[in-house]
């Protein structure tokens, strides 16, 4: 690149385009260049020096075959030089055609140059543009940054408040999960007593069954016993009644007899009485008299054995009924004392009825306690796997707040290093 240089500056202006000229004049001192002013008189310099001898003020009083040598200060004869002189024009017209050939490839490269200083250019105006797009999109993120940091902060505050909050609540959840643990544990050793009383009742349910069936075939063996014995009874009284009204009928004809036979006494008697008051009236008729008083004798004998022989009948019969009486009376009691023990086993069995339906009242109450726990402690399970599911979901929120809160940390402290630099 020096040495390139170099050669430049010796190039003539005249042999450069007007176009690269133009962009050199508005570039003075870019890529190592000088000026055309200075190139022209620095050319004009050279080219002086190459056409007149190089000869000092010193020795123009010498002769003329002889000169000082500029470089070197010595002596030098003039054929030399011109030796030396055309030996460094045909040099210099080498030199020359190199210098053209630098020439064409210098302006290759200068286009080129230009070019890429053109696109350069561009985008360096691109990247200005972009760089002052991204301070302003820096400086609205940052804003943008700090208004979402303060809001995940709030939001963060808010689910540490709501996590203390699901957490005090879980463990409120918790100390009600132990407490219905310890009432479900409670619960089944009830639940397993009751079901051994449930046993106990539903064996002595049975029993009383079995008990009950048996009353019941004895009360009905019982019941047609007494009906048969009963009807036994009603029947005997009814022969009773029967035989007690013939009697009755009897008597009364009995009694109609000897109140007849009294009055046909009364009647004797009455005649007897007036046959012996009429004896002393009567002495011739006292035959007859005596025959119809013997007669009347025989008639009261007989009449008085047929009231000895119907107050005998009379007496047996009064004393049948009598014993019908007794008989009934005993019929009666038996009967009361049996219809007491059928209404006592009548009250047992509804006494025993009213005990198994309260044993299955309690029975039933005991099935409704047992069926309501189960659906508390299911309805207490569903409640505390969804406090549960919440609890996570509420973690898994924390979580991901927490991470972009920390992202946006990062890429805040990444931001406002790079807006320092680039202010």
């Known amino acids: 690149m020096a040495s390139l240089r170099s050669l430049m500056r010796n190039i003539e202006p005249s042999a450069l385009p007007r176009q690269i000229m133009s962009r050199l004049k508005?570039?003075?001192?870019?890529?190592?260049?000088?000026?055309?002013?200075?190139?022209?008189?620095?050319?004009?310099?050279?080219?002086?020096?190459?056409?007149?001898?190089?000869?000092?003020?010193?020795?123009?009083?010498?002769?003329?075959?002889?000169?000082?040598?500029?470089?070197?200060?010595?002596?030098?004869?003039?054929?030399e030089l011109e030796s030396e002189l055309n030996a460094t024009r045909k040099e210099l017209e080498a030199k020359k055609l190199e210098?053209?050939?630098?020439?064409?490839?210098?302006?290759?490269?200068?286009?080129?140059?230009?070019?890429?200083?053109?696109?350069?250019?561009?985008?360096?105006?691109?990247?200005?543009?972009?760089?002052?797009?991204?301070?302003e999109r820096n400086q609205v993120l940052g804003g943008e940054a700090v208004w979402k940091i303060e809001d995940l902060e709030n939001n963060f505050r808010e689910l540490t408040d709501k996590y203390e909050n699901a957490k005090e609540e879980i463990g409120h959840l918790k100390v009600m999960l132990e407490r219905t643990v310890a009432e479900n544990a409670k619960l089944r050793n009830k639940e397993s007593v009751t079901d051994d009383r449930v046993m106990d009742i539903?064996?002595?349910?049975?029993?009383?069954?079995?008990?009950?069936?048996?009353?019941?075939?004895?009360?009905?063996?019982?019941?047609?016993?007494?009906?048969?014995?009963?009807?036994s009874y009603e029947n005997e009284i009814k022969e009773l009644n029967e035989k007690l009204m013939e009697t009755k009928k009897s008597n009364?004809?009995?009694?109609?007899?000897?109140?007849?036979?009294?009055?046909?006494?009364?009647?004797?008697?009455?005649?007897?009485?007036?046959?012996?008051?009429?004896?002393?009236?009567?002495?011739?008729?006292?035959?007859?008299?005596?025959?119809?008083?013997?007669?009347?004798?025989?008639l009261n004998l007989e009449n008085e054995k047929q009231i000895l022989v119907l107050s005998?009948?009379?007496?047996?019969?009064?004393?049948?009924?009598?014993?019908?009486?007794?008989?009934?009376?005993?019929?009666?009691?038996?009967?009361?004392?049996?219809?007491?023990?059928?209404?006592?086993?009548?009250?047992?069995?509804?006494?025993?009825?009213?005990?198994?339906?309260?044993?299955?009242?309690?029975?039933?109450?005991?099935?409704?306690?047992?069926?309501?726990?189960?659906?508390?402690?299911?309805?207490?399970?569903?409640?505390l796997e969804q406090q549960s599911r919440d609890y996570t979901e509420l973690k898994k929120k924390f979580i991901v707040v927490e991470t972009e809160t920390v992202w946006l940390r990062d890429a805040l402290k990444i931001v406002r290093p790079s807006t320092s630099t680039q202010d």
């Open 312 to 383: 005998s009948e009379l007496n047996e019969v009064y004393r049948e009924h009598i014993s019908f009486q007794e008989r009934f009376s005993a019929l009666q009691e038996l009967l009361t004392t049996k219809e007491k023990e059928l209404e006592d086993v009548r009250n047992d069995y509804e006494s025993q009825n009213i005990e198994i339906q309260n044993y299955k009242e309690k029975n039933a109450e005991l099935k409704d306690v047992i069926l309501a726990t189960c659906q508390d402690n299911a309805h207490l399970k569903n409640r």
């Open 26 to 79: 508005y570039r003075p001192q870019a890529e190592g260049f000088l000026t055309t002013e200075e190139k022209n008189n620095e050319f004009n310099d050279l080219k002086s020096e190459e056409n007149t001898p190089v000869i000092s003020n010193e020795i123009a009083d010498l002769t003329p075959l002889k000169t000082y040598c500029r470089n070197c200060g010595e002596m030098v004869e003039l054929n």
């Open 99 to 135: 210098v053209e050939e630098i020439k064409t490839k210098l302006e290759d490269e200068l286009f080129e140059r230009l070019g890429t200083e053109d696109e350069f250019c561009s985008e360096r105006e691109l990247l200005e543009q972009e760089i002052a797009d991204l301070r």
């Open 202 to 231: 539903l064996d002595e349910l049975e029993m009383w069954k079995r008990i009950a069936q048996e009353n019941a075939v004895r009360r009905d063996t019982s019941r047609n016993i007494l009906e048969d014995e009963t009807e």
């Open 252 to 298: 009364e004809v009995l009694s109609h007899r000897v109140s007849e036979l009294e009055d046909e006494s009364c009647d004797c008697g009455k005649r007897y009485n007036r046959a012996r008051s009429c004896e002393l009236d009567d002495s011739l008729n006292s035959d007859t008299i005596r025959s119809k008083i013997k007669t009347n004798e025989i």
